[in-house]
């Protein structure tokens, strides 16, 4: 990435906040497990104890980056429609001519074929291209190219 706030696809967005309503959630459960300032029984219970509040802590800190991720994307706007970023919709013709539309993303979503992370060797090769570009990259089978065809917003 370019080291500034990073623009977000509407789908990581949707799949952020839906883990942070999720976190924030088991947060709630584990804190109300919690025994406070109450005698805590024998060395088993205070093993338990200390292992939720390591729990609560784990869920702080995740809380706590999705939260800073999601201000960081709300900075950076919308994804770019001229230069390939995180959030793009990218379609690119490969070196057997194949043709097709890929997302760019910075987490993988389970079942999306059409879906690039930004850290894999196509993800990366693509970052900071633009339409009209060949990339080449390190696939399965080798180094290959692709033709960025076009450029545009996922939400578009």
């Not at 924030?24 to 219970?45: F, N, P």
């Not at 809380?63 to 793009?88: F, M, N, W």
């Not at 097709?100 to 693509?126: C, H, K, M, N, Q």
Request: proline share 4%.
């Amino acid at each position: 990435m370019n080291g500034g706030p990073e623009p977000m696809s509407a789908a990581a967005r949707r799949a952020l906040e839906q883990e942070l309503a999720d976190l924030r959630t088991e947060r709630a459960t584990v804190a109300a497990t919690l025994r406070g300032g109450e005698q805590v029984g024998d060395r088993a219970d205070e093993a338990d104890e200390l292992q939720r509040g390591t729990d609560l802590d784990h869920l702080d800190t995740r809380i706590a980056e999705i939260d800073g991720r999601l201000r960081e994307a709300d900075v950076a706007g919308p994804p770019s429609t001229d230069k390939i970023r995180v959030g793009s919709t990218v379609k690119v013709r490969f070196a057997d001519a194949t043709e097709t539309t890929i997302r760019i993303s910075e987490f993988p979503e389970a079942l999306d074929l059409t879906l690039v992370t930004a850290d894999s060797p196509l993800g990366s090769a693509l970052l900071g291209r633009r339409a009209g570009e060949t990339v080449t990259y390190d696939a399965p089978g080798g180094r290959t190219t692709a033709v960025v065809l076009s450029v545009g917003d996922e939400s578009a």
